[in-house]
């Protein structure tokens, strides 16, 4: 059983420029959710993905959106990157929706703005 | 707004000196407690799921307890590659999103 994988792991982007970070699932899990994590502090929810619709948005302006295909891989993409956005961008697989189902991250994607 | 706070920030101990850290919670409705291990650069490594109040779950060195306000994460005898942050998250009633509190970085020297 492979767990969740995300790509790239590294990326130094400009000011200004748009970026896409990419996400496979855990083996049999439908639900895909993204964390922001600055330095020093805990994840924050982005919004989360359920059979290709969103389910859920964090406080994010609409510069951050995201994707899901059919075999439940996603995707996050931000446009207009200001320097705030220099992160450690984590997906987050889960077999449901429900409260009580675990999410398993990935390595993340560390993300530099300059 | 739920809210996750947890203490101390940072904790150093020799190895085998045994501790716990504190994650407290305000939630209009629990419906699950999550502590997860992160090593630098890394994504969280899940540990535990706790429900209600009362439940306590173990891992090896580590075990985990919930109240109607707080979860503690208990270590024994730690070892050095027990080094971590560790962070606790809640999920409530009707939501999607796991809200997180800021963890606690845990350093056991040798």
């Known amino acids: 059983e492979t767990g969740v994988t995300q790509s790239p792991t590294h990326l130094i982007k400009t000011r200004g420029q748009q970026v896409t970070l990419r996400c496979s699932s855990q083996s049999g899990h439908n639900t895909v959710s993204w964390y922001q994590q600055a330095l020093g502090q805990g994840p924050q929810f982005i919004f989360q993905y359920y059979r290709e619709e969103e389910n859920g948005r964090g406080n994010f302006p609409p510069r951050f959106s995201g994707l899901q295909f059919p075999n439940y891989s996603s995707e996050l993409n931000v446009n207009a990157l200001e320097l705030d956005d220099s992160a450690l961008y984590l997906c987050?697989?889960?077999?449901?929706?429900?409260?009580?189902?675990?999410?398993?991250f990935g390595q993340g994607t560390r993300l530099t703005v300059v | 707004e739920d809210q996750v706070t947890q203490s101390p920030e940072a904790l150093r101990l020799q190895e085998g000196e045994s501790s716990s850290l504190n994650c407290s919670y305000t939630?209009?409705?629990?419906?699950?407690l999550f502590w997860y291990r992160q090593d630098p650069g890394k994504g969280p490594e899940f540990l535990f799921t706790l429900y209600s109040a009362g439940e306590e779950k173990e891992k090896e060195r580590l075990k985990a307890t919930l109240t109607k306000k707080e979860s503690f994460l208990h270590i024994t005898a730690p070892k050095p590659e027990d080094s971590a942050t560790y962070l606790c998250a809640v999920r409530t009633w009707g939501a999607q999103k796991l809200v997180f509190g800021q963890g606690t970085r845990l350093t056991i020297n040798p």
């Open positions: 939630v209009s409705g629990l419906r699950g």
């Open positions: 987050a697989s889960s077999p449901g929706t429900g409260g009580n189902t675990e999410a398993f």
